[in-house]
Structures are given as C-alpha cells and as structure tokens.
C-alpha cells in the first residue's frame, strides 16, 4: 500500500463530507415529518418545529389509531401486499423456469410473446375497459390480478435460474426426478436471495401504487393506504375522528398529517435494510447484460 | 450439449412430453395472463379509430370521420393535449439532464470512500427515498417547502428573506419536481454503476498507479470507459422512454396552480379519458404515445449500435 499524499488525503475528506451532506438530505425531510408528528399544537401553528420535537407529545398519534377509516385502509393494504406478493412470486417463477430449459420446444416463440408486453402497451383507456368488460371495476380483485406479473421482474428471476449449474438439474434428471420435483427440491432453496429481492420489489409496489386504485376502485371500503393518504393530503377525505372531535386547528391537522404519512412508511423503511444485500444483487441481475 | 442435441431430434414427441409436459402446464397459468391483461387490451385500440358508444360492441362501431383519424386531428388540435404533449418532453429531458448524471456521479464518489462501513451506512441511507411512495415524497415536499409552515422557507423566513413559492410557481415547480425526481433515484440508480465498476480489472489500477496516474486520471481513463457499457445501456433505455413516464409521480405533485407546465400526457389521460369519458379521443392519444415510444427506443437502439455500441438487444 502506497502512503497517501497530503491532497488526496484532503480529497478523501471531501468525499466524506459530501457523502455526509447527501445523507442529510435525505434523512432531512423524514426527521422534519417525524417532529411535527410528535409536536405540540402551538408550536406548530407559530412555526416554531424544525428537526426536534417541541412540547412532545402522541397525540396526533392516538387520534390516527382511533380513527376506523385509516386503520381500515392499513389492515387491507397489509393483507393486499401478502396476498399480492405471493401471488406474485408464485406465478413468476412459473414462468422463469420452463423457459430455462434449452429443449424447450417453442421457447423461442414463447420469449417473443413475453418481450413484445414489454414494449408495446395498449394504454390506460384500453385496460379500463377491459377491466370493465371483466367486471372487475370496483371488485377488490382488480388491485390484484391485473398487476400479479411484471416480466421485468421475471428476467430477473430467469437470469438467475441461468446461474444454477445444469449439472445440478441433470444429475437430478437422471435419477428419475420430475421437472417439478427439480424445481421445488433444487431449484427454490437455491433461489432464496432472488426471492427475497423480488418480494421486495412486488411488495414495495404493491404498497406503494395508488394509480390503479384511483382509476378501477370506485368503493372506498377497498382504498389502499397511498390512495387514502393522497386524498387526506389534497383534502378530499378528512380524518373522520379528528373532525367528528372537533379539532380543526390548523396545528393539529399537521400533525395529524405527518402521523398518517409517518405510519404509512414505517413497515417498509422497517423491512428494506435487511435485504440491501440481496436487492442490491436482484437489481444487478436485470440491468447487466452477461 | 451438442450430443443431446443430436438425440433429442430422433425422441418421440409422446416420449417428449412425457418429460416435458409439466413445464407447459407451469407456463400455461403466466401465458394466459399475458394474454388476457396484455394483449386482450389491444382489442380496444381500435376505437382509437372509431366513434365509441356504451352500448355497442367494440368491432360494430361506425369508423370516426376522416378516414378514422378525426380523434388524432382533434387531439392535435386541442390546447390542453399540446401542452401535455409539451410537458411530457420538457420534464422528461430535465430528469434526463439532471437525473441521468446523478447517480453515476454518486457511484463515482462512493467508490472513493476509503472507510468501509461509512460507505455502507451512507448507501444504505441513500437507497431510502427509493422505496417511499410518490404520495409520500409529495407530502414530505409539502412539509418542506409549504409558503408558510415549510422547513425550507421558515429558514428563510428567519433570515429574513421572502418566501419561495417552491410548489405553487410554475418555474418554481419544475425545479421542485426535478428536485424530488432526483433525491428519489440518485442513490438506488447507482447500485447498477456500482456493481458495474466492482467488474473493473483491479489489475487496470495497479498498471495505472504504476505510471503514476492520480485519483482523477484513474477515474476519468479506467472506472468511466469501463461503466460505459452500462451507461449506454441506461442511456438508450431513458431515451426509449422520453414519451413515456409514469402516472404517479406527475398526479402526486399536480396542483391547480401549475396545471400549465404539470400536465403530462399519462394525467391527460386519466383526466379526460376516465374522469370525462371521451375514451377514443383519450385512446388516440395513448396509442400516439405507445407507437412514437417504440419508434424512439428502435432509434435510440440503432444509433447506440452505428456508434459501435451494443444495443439492449
């Protein structure tokens, strides 16, 4: 190892600093969310909260917890995202495996049929009425089935099945085991970072898409979380307790609204740190071309 | 390999699916989803063509005026689409301009980070934006740069500046836009040029240092040629899509204020086709949009492949 001149020790101080003032950013706004949330309501309506919580308190808190509207919305998005991801998962790898197998008669037409979804897409109107025709409009399965695969997701899947030796599969092969057998006994328990990395995709996008609930879902009873929080955000809904108690203290509202996204976020901001390694890996796989 | 090959012509196509069977029956449920939510759709371009109505089937509607192009004459002739057409672009270049770059820069200097854990605590921390929901960066902006209870403007506020109309200014908007767009992707974009320059030769740096190149002559004559790949690659992709662009981002910031400059085509879209029920004009636009699409990615490709490139195919 070379010993370091005094410029590019003075650069790597640089760098340090800038990757520290980047962090900032973007831990800023989320530390903001997180003292209004907790702050006083006077505090709040004199802009006196910046980065810490004034007058500490929960209540913005408690008042979004008692409100049946958005814990509605929450325990049907946490159940839609389990639903949808395993579902998801499910028929991915249904379609990434056959199409590993060179032998595969049709495989080249089957490829071309998944590729050409990729590029051409018949647009939102066109979707909406086939998902009227279906009658799926309004009906809870339309925030799952239309979105169940992204062949993006699939590639992903399928370069990494290309990475498990065939020699593997063929010695399975030959002592007599089924296709099926092979997938389930070789080729799932050696696929777990891939899994994890696209349930983390599937799930991120089941919980954070809103678009298709704005455009198919005409009853509010099946609201996901983001489409809720967008209409409290642009008041078109209001948080039913709060104004059913009275409170319509500009104060309280913001708070109230930085309770409502700050609980929004947390089960993701909980779950993403523990799969870096593995999505870092699933995102490489889909870009790089080998 | 080629030995199977040779053995497998002579196999029985009863003996064949036996084995293979079960490897149709697994496709069969993905294909027929394809089929149903992806190609099933492209049924109803053609009202694209036609004067649509609620109560007849699609294939007996009468074919518009002009020979079927009155939907596309008309959209071209409506302001609001011209302006969505316009945005579209505009926003799409400045992510293009401004985001692009981003990421590759970040990767660059994390790559020069010497303290390991620092940089992992850092990646991590930049990799956040990306899994939050537009709804919520909207939000997060909005309790940012709100004219009166925003961080941003309480500063200036205290240092006794006026505030920045951030979100509700059309110039102002763009930037704020562009902004987020950026904040969001910067760090998760560069996870792609990091695993890229982690592929570097080590031995390419060493022959470097040996000559005596420094910190930036490193980068600039061995890391950069070596992500060129995937920046090409990248680059070719985004302007693929510089018709395109989601929904979400653009209908999480829209306000009234901005309509103007905020309007893209997705949001046209959704507020005249689904929301004011003028389905063939709104599917002219959208079919204008896919085809114009595939035309500039077929492009791009082709112009990465002239330049000596490799293409994404």
Redesign the interface.
């Known amino acids: 190892m070379?010993v370091k001149s005094r410029a590019?020790k003075a650069?790597?101080m640089v760098?340090?600093i800038?990757?520290?003032i980047?962090?900032l950013?973007?831990?800023?706004?989320?530390l903001?969310?997180l003292a209004?949330s907790l702050s006083g309501t006077d505090f709040?309506v004199r802009?006196e909260v910046?980065l810490l919580p004034k007058g500490l308190n929960f209540k913005a808190y408690s008042t979004v917890l008692k409100d049946p509207k958005y814990i509605r919305a929450f325990v049907w998005t946490v159940f839609l995202t389990i639903v949808c991801t395993i579902a998801s998962l499910t028929?991915?790898t249904?379609?990434a495996?056959?199409?590993i197998?060179e032998?595969?008669?049709g495989r080249k037409a089957?490829n071309v049929?998944?590729t050409i979804?990729m590029?051409?897409?018949?647009?939102?109107?066109?979707?909406?009425?086939?998902m009227q025709k279906?009658h799926l409009l309004s009906n809870p399965l339309v925030l799952i089935?239309?979105g169940?695969?992204s062949?993006y997701n699939?590639i992903i899947m399928r370069s990494f099945f290309y990475g498990i030796p065939d020699s593997l599969r063929e010695s399975a092969e030959i002592d007599g085991a089924?296709?099926?057998r092979i997938?389930i006994n070789i080729y799932l328990p050696l696929s777990k970072p891939v899994m994890a990395t696209l349930a983390l995709f599937y799930a991120?996008g089941r919980?954070?898409?809103?678009?298709d609930a704005?455009?198919y879902m005409r009853n509010d009873k099946y609201y996901t979380l983001?489409l809720l929080?967008?209409n409290i955000?642009n008041n078109i809904n209001q948080v039913e307790v709060a104004t059913q108690e009275g409170f319509s203290a500009p104060g309280l509202s913001?708070s109230l609204?930085?309770a409502i996204?700050m609980f929004?976020?947390i089960p993701?901001?909980c779950i993403?740190?523990f799969l870096?390694k593995y999505?870092?890996h699933g995102?490489?796989l889909g870009?790089?071309?080998e | 390999m080629s030995k199977?090959?040779g053995t497998?012509s002579k196999v029985s196509f009863g003996v064949?699916m036996k084995?293979?069977w079960?490897?149709?029956a697994?496709?069969a449920?993905?294909?027929i989803?394809?089929l149903?939510?992806?190609?099933?759709?492209?049924?109803?371009?053609q009202?694209a063509f036609k004067k649509y109505s609620l109560v007849e089937s699609?294939w007996k509607l009468p074919i518009a005026a002009n020979h079927g192009w009155e939907y596309f004459i008309k959209a071209f002739q409506n302001n609001d689409f011209k302006y969505a057409l316009r945005n579209t672009l505009t926003l799409n270049l400045l992510d293009l301009i401004f985001g692009f770059p981003a990421p590759i820069i970040?990767a660059l200097?994390?790559n020069?980070?010497?303290?390991q854990r620092?940089?992992k605590?850092?990646?991590?921390?930049?990799?956040?934006?990306h899994?939050?929901?537009?709804?919520?960066i909207?939000?997060?902006?909005?309790?940012?740069l709100a004219p009166?209870?925003g961080?941003v403007n309480?500063?200036i506020?205290k240092l006794g500046g006026t505030a920045i109309p951030f979100l509700n200014d059309e110039a102002h908007w763009i930037g704020s836009y562009i902004g987020f767009g950026i904040?969001q992707n910067?760090?998760?974009g560069s996870?792609?040029y990091?695993?890229?320059i982690a592929?570097i030769n080590p031995e390419l740096y060493e022959a470097a240092?040996v000559d005596g190149a420094?910190?930036f002559r490193k980068m600039w004559h061995i890391t950069l040629p070596g992500i060129k790949p995937?920046i090409v690659?990248?680059l070719i992709m985004s302007l693929g899509n510089i018709l395109g662009g989601g929904?979400?981002r653009p209908?999480?910031f829209q306000n009234n204020l901005v309509m103007k400059v905020a309007d893209v085509i997705?949001t046209y879209?959704?507020r005249v086709?689904?929301k004011g029920l003028q389905?063939s004009l709104?599917?002219a636009v959208?079919?204008f949009?896919?085809v114009v699409g595939?035309f500039f990615?077929l492009m791009a490709n082709f112009i990465s492949r002239r330049l000596g490139e490799?293409g994404?195919w």
């Open positions: 070379k590019d650069w790597d760098f340090v800038f990757c520290f980047v962090s950013m973007c831990i800023i706004p989320m903001n969310l209004k709040l802009n910046y028929m991915t249904l379609c495996y056959p199409l197998f032998h595969l008669k089957i049929f998944i979804t590029f051409f897409n018949a647009g939102t109107i066109p979707n909406y009425l086939l279906l089935i239309p169940v695969m062949v699939m089924s296709l099926f997938l991120v919980w954070n898409g809103y678009s704005l455009m983001q929080l967008y955000i913001a609204k930085a996204v929004s976020t993701i901001l993403y740190p870096q999505f870092i995102v490489t870009a790089v071309k | 199977q090959a497998r064949y084995k293979y079960q490897l149709y697994m496709l449920l993905p294909l989803y394809l149903v939510f992806k190609y099933a759709p492209m049924i109803y371009v009202i699609v970040f200097i994390l020069e980070l010497c303290f620092y940089k605590v850092v990646q991590t921390i930049a990799y956040m934006p899994f939050l929901s537009w709804v919520i909207y939000s997060l902006a909005l309790q940012l009166n209870d961080l309480m500063v506020a904040w910067f760090g998760w996870i792609v990091l695993a890229s592929g240092a420094g910190r995937t690659v990248l929904f979400d209908f999480a997705a879209v959704y086709g689904i389905f709104t599917t959208g079919l949009q896919s595939v990615l490799r994404i």
